[in-house]
């Protein structure tokens, strides 16, 4: 059974900095592209960066380009979000997920390509 379980979520103050961590089992984690979505209250999900299976290739949503970094390591089955110079308009609840696909080399951008959901974690930016 796939797990999918978030963590570093917090409050922050505009400007600021956090890490979020998303740790996975329960598949072969390192064949599998992985994503973080965010849902702001009555928003719906949306799209915010993807990693490649080997991390080589990643994809930002415009909107957090040059400020968020997605990261992955294979050896500990977890894939990281940076998230810098933090705006409230980020505020929302972030998930990650993974890719229903083995060693895809396009990398899955819509909710539809992902099979398996983290929980998620609340991020908070203050004004």
């Known amino acids: 059974q796939v797990q999918l379980v978030e963590s570093g979520g917090g409050l922050v103050q505009a400007g600021g900095s956090l890490r979020l961590s998303c740790a996975a089992s329960?598949?072969?984690?390192?064949?599998?592209?992985m994503g973080w979505f965010r849902q702001a209250p009555g928003k719906e999900r949306e799209f915010v960066t993807a990693i490649s299976y080997n991390g080589r290739n990643t994809y930002y949503a415009d909107s957090v380009k040059g400020r968020f970094t997605i990261s992955r390591d294979n050896a500990k089955n977890t894939v990281y979000l940076q998230m810098n110079s933090l705006k409230p308009e980020d505020t929302a609840v972030y998930y990650c997920a993974v890719d229903g696909w083995q060693n895809r080399r396009m990398l899955p951008v819509t909710s539809a390509e992902y099979d398996y959901w983290g929980q998620g974690t609340q991020v908070t930016v203050s004004s």
């Open positions: 329960g598949r072969t984690f390192s064949t599998y592209a």
